[in-house]
């Protein structure tokens, strides 16, 4: 699938380059937050269907895809949402829907918590959930000299192909394109730097006291053959949401925007419209 009138270009949020990949149209906005080590290349299946009915942006978060992997920036979810709210009103938005994969979720349920009035619906694929904060001793091992080497070699050495592997039910998707993609990031040495500002500065995900205020209408999506975030993480989700529902997938693994983009796009547009 191709996607007619994409545009490119980079933010300069709060002192950041963000990189942002966006179609501007009268129709309603959907911003597009993607997940740990990943980027806009999450949503190249559902953006060409997207397009006809809503304007889209998509936005790779500090420290991955190509945005900056700033040295100074605090890597939490607060300030991540923090910025995705500003990037809305740099585009001219003071609300939209919000689609949000992985750890994008949480970072979109932040939004919620933070600005309810500037998120219209969200729709949450496969989001991460009640995780905690790194603990204290791991911490503390990331200020040791070479920390950074270390997880450098250590992510390198599972490999690409490895790490798409856990994220597929059907292992038969993965190509050479996506492999090529996938792995762009992880030859950047900044993307260790920023990951390892992630562990420190990660706040944990939120409590089931703090998802119990959050009235925005959510969506819930999930591959019941997920590895990474089980289909647990969203049926507590969907529990502690107040308004919220869950939609499963039967042989999807974690990248369900790869495995059933036309499923994904229907299901968005019966929540949204």
């Not at 950041?16 to 999450?42: M, Q, R, V």
């Not at 919000?98 to 500037?118: D, F, N, T």
């Not at 200020?143 to 059907?170: A, C, M, S, T, W």
């Not at 529990?239 to 983009?261: C, F, M, N, V, W």
């Amino acid at each position: 699938m191709t996607v007619s009138g994409l545009k490119q270009t980079y933010l300069k949020v709060s002192g950041i380059n963000l990189y942002c990949e966006y179609i501007l149209n009268d129709k309603p906005p959907i911003l597009l937050i993607h997940g740990f080590a990943s980027s806009t290349y999450t949503f190249r299946r559902i953006v060409p269907l997207l397009q006809e009915h809503y304007s889209v942006v998509a936005v790779d978060l500090p420290g991955f895809g190509k945005s900056e992997k700033s040295t100074s920036f605090i890597y939490s979810f607060q300030n991540y949402a923090k910025l995705m709210l500003e990037c809305m009103e740099q585009f001219g938005y003071s609300n939209a829907h919000i689609v949000a994969h992985s750890m994008g979720g949480q970072i979109a349920l932040y939004m919620a918590m933070m600005a309810p009035e500037k998120v219209n619906k969200l729709v949450l694929l496969c989001s991460s959930g009640y995780l905690k904060r790194a603990k204290k001793p791991l911490v503390f091992t990331s200020y040791l000299p070479y920390f950074e080497k270390l997880v450098y070699h250590y992510i390198q050495r599972r490999g690409v192909i490895h790490h798409l592997k856990n994220v597929f039910f059907d292992q038969t998707l993965i190509n050479d394109e996506m492999i090529r993609e996938f792995g762009k990031p992880l030859d950047d040495m900044g993307f260790y730097k920023a990951l390892i500002r992630l562990l420190r500065h990660r706040e944990g995900d939120l409590l089931p006291k703090q998802l119990n205020g959050i009235q925005v209408p959510t969506l819930l999506i999930w591959g019941e053959e997920d590895r990474v975030v089980p289909v647990g993480v969203g049926k507590r989700l969907v529990s502690d949401l107040p308004d919220a529902q869950l939609i499963t997938y039967e042989k999807t693994g974690h990248l369900i925007t790869e495995e059933r983009p036309e499923l994904v796009f229907k299901n968005i547009m019966m929540h949204i419209n």
